[in-house]
């Protein structure tokens, strides 16, 4: 079991930065990827970024360029740092774990969300 708790949302000016973090606890025996999503209103959840097991880094066309996603696995934390914010990124943004149990079972762990809104 994984448990994942965000933070680090808010309101930001278009232009501006933010940076998000995703504490995770509980361990994945194969753990495939470690990323962000989100969620705008009446929007899908869609993908944002994320890093494999293997340090492979992988983003939206939407924002690359502009998100950074990264990992300090001394303290199990993913973050996304995200720069030159535009009102489209408006989002609930998700921590996501993706991997497989020892019996070889896909599980799928999700945080809470954190909000992110970006003024015009």
């Known amino acids: 079991q994984v448990q994942l708790v965000e933070s680090g949302g808010g309101l930001v000016q278009a232009g501006g930065s933010l940076r998000l973090s995703c504490a995770a606890s509980?361990?994945?025996?194969?753990?495939?990827?470690l990323g962000w999503y989100r969620q705008a209103p009446g929007k899908q959840r869609e993908f944002v970024a994320h890093i494999t097991s293997d340090g492979k880094r992988n983003y939206a066309d939407s924002v690359k360029g502009r998100f950074t996603i990264s990992t300090d696995n001394a303290v199990n934390t993913v973050f996304l740092q995200m720069n030159s914010l535009k009102p489209e990124d408006t989002a609930v943004y998700y921590c996501?774990?993706?991997?497989?149990?020892?019996?070889?079972?896909?599980?799928?762990?999700w945080g809470q969300g954190t909000q992110v809104t970006v003024s015009s």
């Open positions: 996501n774990a993706e991997g497989l149990t020892n019996k070889l079972v896909s599980v799928d762990y």
């Open positions: 509980g361990s994945i025996f194969i753990r495939n990827t």
